[in-house]
């Protein structure tokens, strides 16, 4: 069975950190880009970091730049996203996503994305 899933997710205060998991099975992802992307209650989901398959490649929102971290481990099957310097408006599920094309999975379409995971929740707040 092919799938994606997160985890890592909870409730964290600010300026903290958490590290999110996302693991495949059923494929490999050595030569898929990963991308993270976020959903907040209210908003539309948004494209946060991405990692290319190939030459690791890397993409950052503007919003998480220099306190997010995306890093795969191909032996693992398994790409993570650190996340530092935690912000009540990184409140959101976060959702990974993969496809074989890194300009996909950094501009889009995303209702074309290959796979997607279910989502893991993060909550920052004191």
């Known amino acids: 069975q092919v799938q994606l899933v997160e985890s890592g997710g909870g409730l964290v205060q600010p300026g903290g950190s958490l590290r999110l998991s996302c693991a495949a099975s059923?494929?490999?992802?050595?030569?898929?880009?990963i991308g993270w992307f976020r959903q907040a209650p209210g908003k539309e989901r948004e494209g946060v970091s991405c990692?290319?398959?190939?030459?690791?490649?890397?993409y950052y929102a503007d919003s998480v730049k220099g306190r997010f971290t995306i890093s795969r481990d191909n032996a693992k099957n398994t790409v993570y996203l650190q996340m530092n310097s935690l912000k009540p408006e990184d409140t959101a599920v976060y959702y990974c996503?993969?496809?074989?094309?890194?300009?996909?999975?950094?501009?889009?379409?995303?209702?074309?994305?290959?796979?997607w995971g279910r989502g893991t929740l993060v909550t920052v707040s004191s």
């Open positions: 996503a993969a496809d074989r094309s890194y300009a996909r999975v950094v501009a889009g379409p995303r209702a074309y994305l290959e796979h």
């Open positions: 059923g494929f490999t992802l050595d030569y898929y880009a």
């Open positions: 990692i290319s398959g190939s030459d690791d490649n890397t």
